[in-house]
């Protein structure tokens, strides 16, 4: 053949693949189809198990390695592994609301067990799932070619309940997901009912049938009717699912019951880390846990329990530390028709009135071409018995002409034209038995015949009228209601359930230190009698250790211009080395923590109000390697921040924080370079921002310098303190250097000399005694 080459623009051909692409993963593979609710593997698995290897329900279960093999040699050419994790999952009594796998052996567990291979585990279908598949032989549905056009599948199952809500489903696709929580069948087939007899029915009159998401595993859902009702009409949003509980009494008091956990939570990880709590005396009301979960009685972890403890105070801790709590997002996206009537396409933010709507359209479609096929066939089997009777009218002259002829073409030929009879016809007189047509036997033609006509005109009455079509499937799905009247299994929380979370009371008031080290590891210890005193790695050495209570806060500044605060509480109390904070946020690569500040009242002072447009204090003293520095309140640090901090300066390229302090009575600022210059400003010209800002230039710098750090001076320290590149120090006190404007450039007290750092402050460690002293003569 002759090379044609082609120019295309690269933009658009990447545009067209990759959409190309995200549709095929959007279609075949994430999003379930809105009127049966199922993804393609699912509804492979499910067509090979009834269509070629008959597991229905009253069928001896398969060994799952064949139905895998099935599966993926006929259907679905993907791996293996795959496969077999859609067949579990929809074994699953915990996953699915209504399993459509009866799973024989090991399909896993709610505590994250995994399954058996699938060589050991069997399976077969459920009743639930054969409502999905009933209808397929009566051509209620298109069929579309194998992957490898050997055989034909169909592109959708005739569904007879909507299993996309009554099951749920999750996927993620390229630009969208899914997520759409169980239901009670009981309850969304009321619903189709309702619309049925009032398709302009609205969302909140849908609730009224449907109370919300039925979860497997039960738990209460903490939304009220006018949350629910704004998410089923949007397609869109979240709520909040808790674990139930009781109180058992026990002969040393009570212990707690959970009964029930949220949907799609690991039980076995739920353990662990109500372990790790109590291990670590985080709940010390908690002391221990036994799982004695069992087939009779259902979910049973049991919670020990201090004598005296309100059970109250450990779930609501509980519920904010753990996955006995756990928010559940709505996003309901579904493939749906076309509106031109030919394929499917993704459509997301679907309403609960658009899922319903659109599986009832596909049912009254399927319904109508099941009566249609059944029309086909009566009147199939009509023409068969009027063909009879014919015979039956002259049977002796038939049975003549039968044996006078050569063969059975001959006699097909005979008959044809003597009776006025076509092939379908004849080919059904010759293929019987002729004492079928005897006189004893044509009565039950002529009745059969009677019957089938009857059945017939019944039929074209009912397609003749959407109304009685309508008729029929409601009262179908009246039938599904009254043959599986299951209960809910998730409860709708009331205000009482709502236990308010209060982290103040689950931790003991204790005085403390909050040590930071250079090399960037905390730990919170009692009693110092000196900085000595406390164990650091080899290599290491304290940089801060700040008084507190263990209600207050300790906040941590890094060079970077991000600052970390945590409670007292959470720094892990320890003799040893301490954990490196990266274990508690994120710092960024190569940042490190300079300095470290407690928010208890006893040591700093409390907010003053705003003067103007000016912030009130206490303020922090930034200085940065640039030269720059500037005033900020600490209010914004005095509360936990996330794992990524926040940002109180704004650096530029290449610049670092070298000093942060908390200004008290101090009323100068001294800073000194590597260039060997010392300045000193009045702390009133640093200026003072609302929030993270660059600052302006404290100390102007030649080429090459760099500002080390410095101290704020007049009030706790008095001089500045600097060590030289051969490792002497020097001392400048307020009165060594003279006063200047802020940005000047500052003395240089020798032409040669060179500073290698700014010597921090010596740590003033707290008198506890004298405070808790104080605190008890105030009392």
């Known amino acids: 053949m002759a090379e ?15 959409l190309t692409y995200a549709m095929s993963v959007v279609k075949g593979r994430a999003l379930p189809d809105v009127r049966d609710g199922l993804k393609p593997v699912q509804r492979r698995i499910l067509y090979a198990m009834f269509q070629d290897l008959k597991l229905t329900v009253d069928k001896k279960a398969l060994k799952c390695a064949k139905i895998v093999g099935e599966v993926m040699g006929n259907y679905h050419p993907h791996g293996d592994s795959a496969l077999y994790e859609a067949l579990v999952r929809m074994s699953q009594n915990w996953v699915l609301r209504v399993p459509l796998v009866y799973g024989q052996g090991n399909f896993g567990s709610v505590d994250g067990d995994p399954p058996a291979a699938y060589r050991y585990t069997e399976a077969k279908l459920t009743r639930q799932a054969e409502l999905l598949l009933d209808e397929l032989g009566q051509d209620t549905v298109d069929s579309v070619a194998s992957y490898d056009g050997t055989r034909h599948e169909p592109a959708v199952l005739p569904a007879q309940f909507p299993n996309l809500l009554v099951n749920g489903t999750a996927g993620i696709a390229v630009g969208m997901a899914t997520q759409i929580p169980p239901h009670n069948l009981g309850e969304v087939l009321k619903a189709c009912t309702l619309l049925i007899d009032n398709p302009d029915a609205t969302v909140a009159n849908l609730l009224d049938k449907i109370k919300g998401p039925d979860f497997p595993l039960g738990g209460k859902i903490l939304a009220d009717r006018a949350a629910l009702r704004k998410i089923y009409e949007e397609g869109v949003g979240s709520i909040k699912v808790q674990a139930e509980w009781k109180e058992e009494k026990i002969d040393r008091g009570v212990q707690i019951v959970v009964t029930s956990i949220p949907y799609g939570v690991n039980k076995g990880d739920l353990e662990n880390t109500i372990g790790s ?55 309901m996206t579904a493939l749906v028709p076309a509106e031109d009537g030919k394929g499917m396409k993704p459509r997301d933010r679907l309403s609960l009135w658009d899922l319903l709507t659109e599986f009832l ?16 066939q009566l009147r199939r089997r009509i023409h068969i018995l009027e063909g009879f009777q014919i015979i039956f009218n002259a049977l002796d002259r038939a049975i003549k002409m039968i044996r006078e002829s050569s063969g059975k073409p001959d006699a097909a030929e005979k008959l044809k034209a003597a009776f006025k009879l076509d092939d379908e016809q004849v080919g059904a007189i010759l293929d019987s038995q002729l004492y079928k047509i005897a006189q004893l036997e044509i009565q039950k033609i002529i009745d059969e015949l009677t019957e089938k006509k009857k059945q017939a005109k019944e039929i074209e009455t009912i397609l003749a009228s959407e109304k009685k079509l309508w ?58 009698a000196s900085v000595e005193t406390t164990r650091v790695e080899e ?5 801060a250790v700040v008084p507190g209570s263990t209600l207050d806060h300790v906040s941590f500044f890094a060079d970077d211009g991000a600052a970390y605060t945590m409670r007292i509480n959470e720094v892990p109390a320890t003799a040893g080395y301490g954990e490196p ?35 009130g204090g206490p303020f922090l003293v930034v200085a940065t390697r640039n030269g720059f520095v500037l005033r900020l309140p600490l209010t914004a640090f005095r509360s936990e921040s996330t794992k990524v901090g926040r940002r109180f300066v704004k650096l530029e390229e290449g610049d670092k924080v070298v000093m942060v302090r908390l200004a008290g009575a101090e009323e100068g600022v ?61 001392d400048f006190g307020p009165g060594a250097v003279k006063t200047r404007k802020r940005g000047a450039k500052g003395e240089k007290p020798g032409a040669r000399t060179k500073f290698a750092r700014v010597v921090p402050p010596e740590i003033q460690l707290a008198d506890w005694d004298a405070v808790e002293g104080k605190k008890k003569d105030a009392d």
Request: contains cysteine.
């Open 277 to 331: 709590i109590i291990d670590q005396r985080k709940l010390p009301q908690l002391t221990g846990q036994s799982n004695e979960s069992n087939e009779k009685d259902g979910l049973r972890l049991v919670l020990e329990i201090k004598n005296g403890t309100d059970p109250n105070l450990v779930m609501a801790y509980l519920y904010k530390h753990t996955e006995l709590q756990k928010t559940y997002s709505y996003n």
């Open 581 to 615: 904070i990266t274990k508690f946020f994120k710092l960024a690569d190569g940042a490190k923590v300079v300095a470290a500040v407690t928010t208890d009242p006893r040591f700093t002072p409390a907010d003053l109000p705003a003067k103007g447009d000016t912030p």
């Open 539 to 543: 290599g290491d050495a304290v940089a």
């Open 4 to 18: 044609t080459i082609e120019t295309v623009t690269i933009a658009d051909e990447v545009r067209t693949r990759f």
């Open 670 to 730: 001294m800073l000194a370079t590597s260039g060997g210059y010392v300045t000193h400003f009045p702390l009133d010209q640093v200026s003072i921002l609302s929030g993270a800002g660059k600052g302006v230039i404290g100390i102007e710098l030649e080429s090459k310098d760099d500002c080390l750090g410095g101290v704020l001076v007049g009030g706790r320290f008095d001089k500045l303190v600097v060590e030289t590149e051969n490792g002497k120090t020097q």
């Open 361 to 376: 359209k596909f049912r009254l479609a399927t319904v109508r071409r099941r009566f249609e096929y059944q029309l086909r």
């Open 471 to 528: 008729g029929v499937i409601k009262s179908e799905l009246e039938a599904l209601i009254e043959k599986f009247p299951e209960r809910r299994k998730t409860r709708m929380a009331s205000d009482e359930d709502v236990l308010e979370f209060n982290e103040e009371a689950y931790i003991a008031r204790e005085n403390t230190n909050v040590v930071l080290t250079k090399n960037g590891r905390i730990k919170r210890v009692g009693r110092l």
